[in-house]
T-cell receptor, first 117, second 111 residues
């Protein structure tokens, strides 16, 4: 149980375009989802926390107008990178947590590799 | 604020060697502690966890004990395999619900 999927797994886009990444909890309801960014050989950097039905909370230094997060249902959150630039190229990972179970662990998706040309 | 510090890698071992990856933390309150593993090109998988002092988490031969007195959660395995080669992340769940990760330790096991 506790499977999280991401789509797409890899995406290449041109500079100036927007890209949407989906994160789904497949077998549980995720009251909270998290979006991380990971640079090569580095740790995960938390970008934002989203709770179902409310606005996302962004970490300091993360541009909310550039990284749009929508957590429209208990099983789906989306991250849209708007007007992407080469410096946005990175590995984006989502995680999900079901607060109602009282569990503290987060379940991670397999990640999405974004390359902006 | 809360933080996690891991030993720097890479750690290179021969198959069947003993593994220790050190992890210490700073936190207010009583966080839950985790070890996650990341294989190349993949997301993170929960390896083991401990939710209170003196708890021992274990999975797939890996173990870690929540030591409140030394604020540590060191990862150990008695006999590593080539398939254990990956990046290991120590983390804590803060009272805000966020996961705070260490910088990750790369383990390479040679046959």
């Amino acid at each position: 149980g506790a499977v999280v999927s991401q789509h797409p797994s890899r995406v290449i886009c041109k500079s100036g375009t927007s890209v949407k990444i989906e994160c789904r909890s497949l077998d549980f309801q995720a009251t909270t989802m998290f979006w991380y960014r990971q640079f090569p050989k580095q740790s995960l950097m938390l970008m934002a926390t989203s709770n179902e039905g409310s606005k996302a909370t962004y970490e300091q230094g993360v541009e909310k107008d550039k990284f749009l997060i929508n957590h429209a249902s208990l099983t789906l959150s989306t991250l849209t990178v708007t007007s992407a630039h080469p410096e946005d190229s990175s590995f984006y990972i989502c995680s999900a947590r079901d607060l109602r179970t009282g569990a503290y662990e987060q379940y991670f998706g397999p990640g999405t590799r974004l390359t902006v040309t | 604020g809360d933080s996690v510090t891991q030993m720097e890698g890479p750690v290179t071992l021969s198959e069947e060697a003993f593994l220790t990856i050190n992890c210490t933390y700073t936190a207010t309150g009583y966080p839950s502690l985790f070890w996650y593993v990341q294989y190349p090109g993949e997301g993170l998988q929960l390896l083991l966890k401990a939710t209170k002092a003196d708890d021992k988490g274990s999975n797939k031969g890996f173990e870690a004990t929540y030591r409140k007195e030394t604020t540590s959660f060191h990862l150990e395995k008695g006999s590593v395999q080539v398939s254990d080669s990956a990046v290991y992340f120590c983390g804590l769940s803060s009272n805000t619900g966020k996961l705070i990760f260490g910088q990750g330790t790369t383990l390479q096991v040679k046959p």
